[in-house]
């Protein structure tokens, strides 16, 4: 059988754990399988409503007929159509779903006649599933609104009309009739709002981590990795490291759009080193000497760093709202979860730097 994994690549073009992810998949299809498997990438830039809808377009028109059997996780790649189509789930576009901003007025898509038409056409399904006609037909009309004299506000992103049009075309991509098997990479994807149909069945699948060459050496200095965006709250880890007083150091892999705040929030304290940019082939090695990993971020899809850091021999330190870091960490047994504050996560450190044997425990 001939395996299509069909995914988004962002733009500017960043490997991630989704990334890993199919490509640790990949390499089972081809060397533990009889299948061939192929990953199809497109870049799809997403930093506007219009480029969104173009990310979109392009992914619904892809052709994969060639295929026997097609795999996606992660808007927009699963507007493919495919007769055996598999979504694997890691996460849908939150800042659209669980995370949109409260308080968005989305009075104004009733108030130009146009916009009204065209919200009631996308809301004219009967509860049911748009069927494959409407999603050409969609792109269409956004067209001609893309002429029609409309303030520039209707285009916001995150907005109340992409975020409408992007239901839509979720729901036409992820029904049912399209869909022969749903999965999600762990319990806490499947159990978000939304994110998968009524009464379908979601297979919980926790993805591994993709090398195998992790290893457990002796304990000197706290590490993490992370993009460095604010819902990675890595910042609370930075203010958790003024109420540890011990010489124990704190490094951080990753880059990100709040890495300049996060340096100038660690000031002057020369234990938090900001590693930058880490290659995959080294991550083992900090890792291996490493006598706890923090990971704290807000509501995780997954959290592929818990996984490396036991495949470590590592406690992993989380909080309670962490979201997939919970369905591994067991508080007291393979690491410590604490209430989201900074002050009870260095509590916790503190734990582990009096009693190294209880973090190798």
Same mark, same amino acid.
């Given at each position: 059988?001939?395996?299509?994994?069909?995914?988004?690549h @962002?733009v500017?073009?960043?490997?991630?754990g989704? #990334?890993?992810?199919?490509?640790?998949? %990949? #390499?089972?299809?081809?060397?533990?399988?009889?299948?061939?498997? +192929?990953?199809?990438a497109l870049?799809?830039?997403?930093?506007?409503?219009?480029?969104?809808?173009?990310?979109? #377009?392009?992914?619904?028109?892809?052709?994969l007929?060639?295929?026997?059997?097609?795999?996606?996780?992660?808007?927009p790649?699963?507007?493919?159509?495919h007769?055996?189509?598999?979504?694997?789930?890691?996460?849908?576009?939150?800042?659209?779903?669980?995370?949109?901003p =409260?308080?968005l +007025?989305?009075?104004?898509?009733?108030?130009h006649?146009?916009?009204r038409?065209? &919200?009631?056409?996308?809301?004219?399904t009967?509860?049911?599933? @748009?069927d494959?006609?409407?999603? @050409?037909?969609?792109f269409?009309?956004?067209?001609?609104?893309?002429?029609a004299?409309? @303030?520039?506000?209707?285009?916001a992103?995150?907005?109340?009309?992409?975020?409408? !049009? !992007?239901?839509?075309?979720?729901?036409?991509?992820?029904?049912p009739?399209?869909?022969?098997?749903?999965?999600?990479?762990?319990?806490?994807v $499947?159990?978000?709002?939304?994110?998968f149909?009524?009464?379908? &069945?979601?297979?919980?699948?926790?993805?591994?981590?993709?090398r195998?060459?992790?290893?457990?050496?002796?304990g000197?200095?706290?590490?993490?990795?992370?993009?460095?965006? $604010?819902?990675? $709250? !890595?910042?609370?880890?930075?203010?958790?490291?003024?109420? &540890?007083?011990?010489? /124990?150091?704190?490094r951080?892999?990753?880059?990100?759009?709040?890495?300049?705040?996060?340096?100038?929030? =660690?000031?002057?304290?020369?234990?938090?080193?900001?590693?930058?940019?880490?290659?995959?082939?080294?991550?083992?090695?900090?890792?291996?000497?490493?006598?706890?990993?923090?990971? /704290?971020?807000?509501?995780?899809?997954?959290?592929?760093?818990?996984?490396?850091?036991?495949?470590?021999?590592k406690?992993?330190?989380?909080?309670? +709202?962490?979201g997939g870091?919970?369905?591994?960490?067991?508080?007291?047994?393979?690491?410590? &979860?604490t209430?989201?504050?900074a002050q009870?996560?260095?509590e $916790?450190? %503190?734990?582990?730097?009096d009693?190294?044997?209880?973090?190798?425990?």
């Open positions: 059988m001939k395996i299509a994994i069909v995914t988004p @962002p500017p073009l960043a490997l991630g989704a #990334e890993n992810l199919w490509w640790g998949l %990949q #390499e089972h299809f081809q060397t533990k399988t009889e299948h061939e498997c +192929d990953v199809i870049l799809s830039p997403e930093g506007s409503f219009w480029d969104l809808i173009s990310s979109y #377009e392009t992914f619904s028109k892809l052709d007929s060639t295929y026997d059997c097609v795999i996606s996780g992660k808007y790649a699963w507007m493919v159509n007769p055996h189509h598999i979504c694997y789930m890691l996460h849908r576009l939150r800042g659209l779903y669980d995370t949109y =409260a308080g +007025d989305d009075s104004q898509l009733f108030k006649p146009r916009l038409g065209l &919200v009631e056409w996308m809301g004219d009967g509860g049911d599933y @748009p494959d006609e409407q999603i @050409p037909e969609l269409d009309k956004l067209r001609e609104l893309k002429s004299d409309l @303030p520039e506000s209707t285009f992103f995150p907005g109340p009309l992409i975020r409408s !049009v !992007v239901h839509f075309l979720d729901r036409a991509a992820l029904s009739w399209r869909i022969r098997r749903y999965a999600s990479i762990s319990d806490t $499947r159990k978000r709002r939304g994110y149909p009524e009464d379908v &069945v979601v297979d919980v699948l926790h993805p591994p981590a993709h195998s060459d992790y290893r457990t050496g002796e000197h200095y706290l590490f993490t990795s992370s993009r460095l965006d $604010r819902p990675k $709250r !890595v910042d609370i880890l930075v203010e958790a490291m003024k109420f &540890v007083p011990q010489n /124990i150091s704190l951080i892999a990753g880059t990100g759009p709040d890495e300049e705040r996060l340096k100038a929030l =660690a000031g002057s304290d020369r234990r938090i080193e900001f590693l930058g940019y880490v290659s995959d082939e080294t991550m083992p090695s900090l890792y291996e000497n490493a006598l706890a990993v923090p990971f /704290i971020p807000y509501d995780e899809d997954y959290g592929l760093v818990t996984i490396e850091a036991m495949k470590s021999g406690p992993v330190l989380t909080f309670t +709202d962490s870091p919970r369905e591994f960490v067991r508080d007291g047994e393979t690491g410590f &979860v209430n989201p504050s009870a996560l260095a $916790r450190i %503190q734990i582990l730097v009693q190294p044997a209880l973090a190798k425990a």
